[in-house]
Nanobody, 124 residues
Framework: QVQLVESGGGLVQAGGSLRLSCAAS????????MGWFRQAPGKEREFVAG????????YSTDSVKDRFTISRDNAKNTVYLQMNSLKPEDTAVYYC?????????????????WGQGTQVTVSS
């Protein structure tokens, strides 16, 4: 079992940056694949970026490639999402999620544990 708490969301102008953090409880954090998802009003939750258990593989959706970077610090039980060159279409609630498999995972149902979400709003 793992509990996830996101932080770092807020209001930013287009072109700005934010760094989201997700702090995890439990001693097995390093064995999980971690992912970031987002959900805009009226839309389905979508995959943003993921990182496998030993950071040997990171991957992200095309719309955020070259702008967003996912990373993790297993010693701190924390995963990060650095978001640069933000656009108004990035506005959403961002969720952190954990997958026990430790492998590549991009689908909502791959992930067993979820945080409560943090709001990111990008103004034009």
């Amino acid at each position: 079992q793992v509990q996830l708490v996101e932080s770092g969301g807020g209001l930013v102008q287009a072109g700005g940056s934010l760094r989201l953090s997700c702090a995890a409880s439990g001693r097995t954090f390093s064995s999980y694949t971690m992912g970031w998802f987002r959900q805009a009003p009226g839309k389905e939750r979508e995959f943003v970026a993921g990182i496998t258990r030993y950071s040997d593989s990171t991957y992200s959706t095309d719309s955020v490639k070259d702008r967003f970077t996912i990373s993790r610090d297993n010693a701190k039980n924390t995963v990060y999402l650095q978001m640069n060159s933000l656009k108004p279409e990035d506005t959403a609630v961002y969720y952190c999620a954990a997958d026990r498999s430790g492998a590549w995972a991009t689908r909502v149902y791959d992930y067993e544990f979820w945080g409560q979400g943090t709001q990111v709003t990008v103004s034009s």
